[in-house]
């Protein structure tokens, strides 16, 4: 079944101008997340044509991966996800540390719990999971997640949270002042009381937050950073927060699967992002900070400044979480079913 | 009613003629999906993968799970009605947006096959074109209908009509007219094909015989719209069952139907012998409510 | 007069205005969502001006167009396959043995009633333990089985709904079998098939989950590009490229109609 795929690609390479001679290279990834000048530098550069195949979670990429079926060079996993992968043998170890390139990762992202020595990956984004609040109707600069968990009138029915079962139990642990990955019943039972009492506050559990914080349904949501960012262009008075009891850090980072059929140009792919003119093409496109040193000479200036690429000083480091135990992963389940039944 | 085969030639049997009608059908789904679906089932009975997938122990724990839980505390086995909530849910609204796409539906069905043939085909399009946009999308777009400061309420904020937005969005209501929106056309169209041909002189025939309306639709028309009526109804109330963007989306995702369900088993629970479990319990009640109106069609053929 | 009173007799109150209220509500979100492609703002609620930019991002984003493209061409082979293969089974259902019929009838819905997650992983594992790479085939393959009940209830609700004397009666005058089919079933069956044929298209051409876990790499349709946009929020582009799917289903029932029309006059 390649077949249509190198007629396709056959044809395409007759009718564009570069003659790609040297192959092609099938990225799975995020929709939208890939900046085309970047493909196209990369496609000049090596002669390389580039297929860009998107996915909607990581659960379908793992599954597709899991499955056993292939075809791809590129994908694009989160940090949590990584470990994943890397104990289930479904990365190739391609020695990113070994790349020319890799002198420009930043030293915090070199020796990761997820990839120790970068042996099966680069970065490619990351961001964080704080808090959006309509400055108009919560006032003050407080930063505590008691605007969240108890609310005041103003915000009540207008609180959105993420529809994801990790970001909210940890975002309630952090509140209650409890470890991450927890598999203590009484702990849960406390997560659970406190998110079935927000409950009847809550507008909704949607992951659509920047919508919501520009409709004005949501004056306060849970929200990744780039929506923040994206939503206080519409709205000015949206502010991201960085909740003081702690806040999820993630990253993206660029792998290749085993049995990957191009696996030079997935070599290059890696190299080439990790330069700084061209990881900077990452954050201009998708608006989320890069993991590659000098990088900033080549990002757009309203970025460069912009506070929810650049936590304040005063603001907790992010917490970068690994995937839990399966027997955690049930309860957190039990707990998320119970909330929502 | 003639039980006689069709023959599509002189020269071929019937029963081959029969079979080579049937079997590309039946042949493909078997190969293809029940095939499949037999995977399924025998994931039901395994043990979960850690990241997924399955590990080949046999263990009945999904079933188990669908009704019992293993106290937080003390380990114990306790009846939980979580999931029953969530399939009682899932049934109720899948039945009440049937009911309400038959209520709108058969007058419209039955308002297009009484119009000329040129009028009859623009409104045949006219009720599908929109459906070109995809569910995802559509669903997002009936929610900004209906928010706070949707179109709606705006308007009638601003014409004084009421003083406070309508509660229309993210709640049991939106979910409801979700279903509709999203199945509309799948209820219209099997009745509208199914009635197309009424004879209109047994209506005449039923006036003259100093019939109601009421009776007259109810007696003469309804009936022979039955085998669309019966269509229309399954193609609306399963999809329903299963539906996963409307709660979703339009419910604020603040409650759970089987099809969010299921689909969290796959993805973030990673459970697949759960979802698996979960899956062969839907695809059982689908099945009787399948069968039973197959055999009530079936008595009405019989009878008429 | 008697015509008249035909005419009279068949209109039922208020239903004129239900479905008109109908189309009213089918409409609305979509008028909704077409005026905010021409949004100036990156917003899909809040309006900042009119523009063309999205459909300028549309037309130069070669990865959305050839997804749009994919997902009709899909869309009209499995429609049309599994409306072909649904008629057979229709007609073999309708009039065949009574034991077998509900078997085949419960076999011929089955794909109905399964969860598409459950179909979607289900074939993922099926394909690949069976040795089928995934690409364009396990797609089209996966949405003709589930296209076939979309297809095959509006049809056999026709057939049902039809005389049934009309075959025997032609057989009496000496037509063939074929030539019964094809002269006076097919043609009676025609709405039935229509129905049939869109419903399976308009399954099809949404289809997100199952195609998502059975799609090989280059092999990418619309609803996949659009649920992978989402990730970073949605924008108008989204909308523009709904409007555009529109404007080209209109375009397409209007030369239809047109051809129709030329049709009917010879």
Redesign the interface.
């Known amino acids: 079944?390649?077949k249509?795929?190198i007629f396709?690609?056959l044809f395409a390479s007759t009718l564009s101008a570069p003659a790609f001679a040297a192959g092609d290279l099938?990225i799975?990834t995020?929709?939208?997340?890939t900046p085309p000048e970047m493909v196209e530098k990369f496609e000049k550069t090596y002669g390389v044509k580039v297929?860009?195949?998107?996915?909607?979670?990581m659960?379908?990429m793992?599954?597709?991966l899991?499955?056993?079926?292939g075809?791809?060079d590129i994908i694009v996993p989160g940090h949590d996800t990584m470990t994943?992968l890397i104990?289930?043998k479904l990365l190739e170890p391609i020695n990113v540390s070994a790349m020319p390139n890799y002198q420009h990762v930043d030293e915090m992202w070199r020796d990761v719990f997820w990839d120790k020595g970068r042996v099966y990956s680069a970065p490619w984004a990351w961001g964080s999971t704080g808090l959006a609040v309509d400055r108009d109707i919560v006032k003050g600069d407080d930063t505590s997640l008691k605007i969240l968990f108890e609310p005041d009138d103003a915000v009540k029915g207008k609180i959105n949270m993420l529809?994801?079962?990790?970001d909210v139990i940890n975002m309630a642990l952090r509140y209650l002042g409890k470890p991450r990955c927890n598999d203590n019943?009484?702990d849960?039972?406390a997560v659970l009381d406190l998110l079935s009492t927000q409950?009847q506050f809550?507008?909704?559990?949607?992951s659509?937050t920047?919508?919501l914080l520009?409709?004005?349904?949501a004056a306060v949501s849970m929200s990744w950073n780039?929506?923040a960012m994206?939503a206080r262009?519409?709205?000015p008075s949206i502010e991201y927060i960085y909740p003081k009891e702690g806040y999820t850090g993630w990253m993206d980072n660029v792998a290749v699967p085993k049995g990957a059929p191009d696996l030079e140009n997935a070599k290059l792919w890696i190299n080439f992002v990790m330069d700084p003119e061209n990881a900077a093409m990452i954050t201009n496109y998708?608006r989320y900070a890069n993991g590659i040193k000098g990088s900033e000479a080549f990002v757009d200036k309203a970025l460069a400044g912009a506070p929810e690429l650049s936590p304040p000083e005063n603001a907790p480091a992010p917490e970068f979480l690994t995937?839990c135990t399966?027997a955690v992963?049930?309860?957190y389940?039990?707990v998320?079913?119970?909330l929502?039944? | 009613m003639s039980a006689r085969p069709l023959a599509l030639s002189s020269r071929i049997p019937p029963g081959l003629a029969h079979a080579g009608l049937l079997w590309p059908s039946l042949g493909v789904i078997l190969v293809f999906m029940v095939a499949p679906i037999a995977i399924m089932l025998t994931y039901s009975f395994l043990v979960?993968g850690?990241?997924?997938?399955v590990e080949w122990t046999f263990s009945t724990a999904a079933y188990e799970q669908i009704l019992f839980?293993r106290d937080?505390?003390d380990d114990s086995l306790t009846f939980t009605p979580?999931?029953l909530?969530?399939v009682a849910r899932s049934l109720a609204q899948a039945t009440i947006a049937t009911l309400l796409c038959l209520v709108i539906s058969v007058p419209t069905a039955y308002y297009i096959a009484t119009r000329s043939d040129r009028v009859k085909n623009i409104w045949l399009f006219l009720i599908t074109i929109p459906y070109w946009v995809n569910l995802l999308i559509r669903t997002?777009a009936l929610l900004f209908v209906l928010?706070?400061?949707g179109p709606i309420n705006s308007a009638l904020v601003d014409l004084g009509v009421i003083g406070q937005p309508l509660a229309l969005s993210?709640n049991g209501f939106a979910i409801s007219l979700g279903l509709i929106y999203s199945f509309l056309p799948f209820m219209v169209l099997p009745l509208y094909s199914a009635f197309e041909r009424f004879d209109f002189r047994l209506l005449e025939a039923a006036y003259d015989l100093y019939a109601s309306r009421r009776v007259a639709f109810f007696r003469i028309v309804l009936p022979v719209m039955r085998p669309g009526l019966i269509a229309g109804s399954l193609l609306v109330f399963i999809p329903s069952v299963g539906s996963y963007l409307a709660p979703?989306?339009l419910g604020?995702?603040?409650?759970?139907m089987i099809g969010n369900?299921i689909g969290?088993q796959?993805?973030?629970?990673?459970?697949w012998p759960f979802g698996a479990a979960l899956s062969m319990i839907l695809l059982t009640i689908t099945l009787i409510v399948l069968v039973w109106l197959a055999r009530r069609a079936a008595q009405q053929q019989q009878t008429n | 007069m008697p015509t008249a009173r035909l005419r009279d007799l068949r209109v039922f109150p208020g239903f004129s205005l239900l479905s008109v209220g109908c189309v009213v509500f089918l409409y609305a979100p979509i008028v909704v969502l077409a005026i905010y492609s021409f949004n100036d703002?990156?917003?899909?609620?809040?309006w900042?001006g009119f523009s063309f930019r999205w459909y300028q991002t549309v037309f130069a984003n070669q990865?959305i167009q050839a997804a749009a493209i994919n997902s009709v061409v899909i869309a009209v082979i499995a429609a049309t396959v599994a409306t072909v293969f649904a008629l057979g089974a229709a007609i073999a259902t309708v009039n065949g043995k009574k034991g077998g019929g509900e078997g085949a009838y419960v076999v011929l819905t089955f794909p109905l009633m399964v969860p598409e997650i459950v179909t979607a992983?289900a074939s993922?594992?099926f394909?690949?333990a069976v040795g089928?790479?995934?690409?364009?085939?396990?797609i089209l393959i996966a949405h003709i089985v589930f296209c076939i009940p979309f297809a095959y209830l509006p049809i056999k609700a026709r057939l049902e709904s039809m005389d049934a004397t009309l075959p025997s009666a032609a057989a009496d005058l000496y037509a063939s079998p074929a030539k019964a089919f094809l002269r006076i079933t097919l043609p009676l069956l025609l709405p039935g098939l229509v129905s049939g044929w869109l419903l399976a298209f308009i399954i099809s051409l949404d289809d997100?989950i199952i195609t998502?876990?059975v799609?090989?790499?280059?092999?990418?349709t619309l609803p996949?590009?659009?649920?992978?946009?989402?990730?970073?929020?949605?924008t108008p582009e989204v909308n523009a490229i709904s409007t555009l799917m529109l404007a080209a289903s209109t375009v397409l029932v209007l030369i239809s109609g047109l051809l129709g029309q030329a049709g009917r006059k010879h």
Do not use: C
């Open positions: 079944m390649k249509p795929a396709a690609a099938f799975y995020w929709g939208e997340y297929h860009i195949d998107t996915y909607d979670s659960e379908t793992l599954a597709k899991k499955s056993g079926a075809g791809y994943i104990g289930e529809r994801d079962v990790n019943p009484e849960l039972k409950k809550v507008k909704s559990y949607n659509e920047k919508e520009v409709s004005g349904e780039g929506y994206r262009d519409e709205r998708a995937a399966p992963t049930k309860l389940d039990r998320w079913t119970k929502l039944r | 979960p850690a990241y997924g997938g839980e937080f505390l979580d999931y909530i969530i997002i928010r706070d400061d993210y979703d989306i604020g995702g603040k409650t759970l369900l969290t796959f993805q973030a629970a990673r459970n | 703002g990156r917003s899909v609620t809040r900042a990865n992983v993922l594992v394909f690949v089928i790479s995934l690409g364009f085939a396990t997100f998502a876990l799609a090989g790499p280059g092999a990418t996949l590009h659009i649920y992978g946009m989402l990730r970073l929020g949605m």
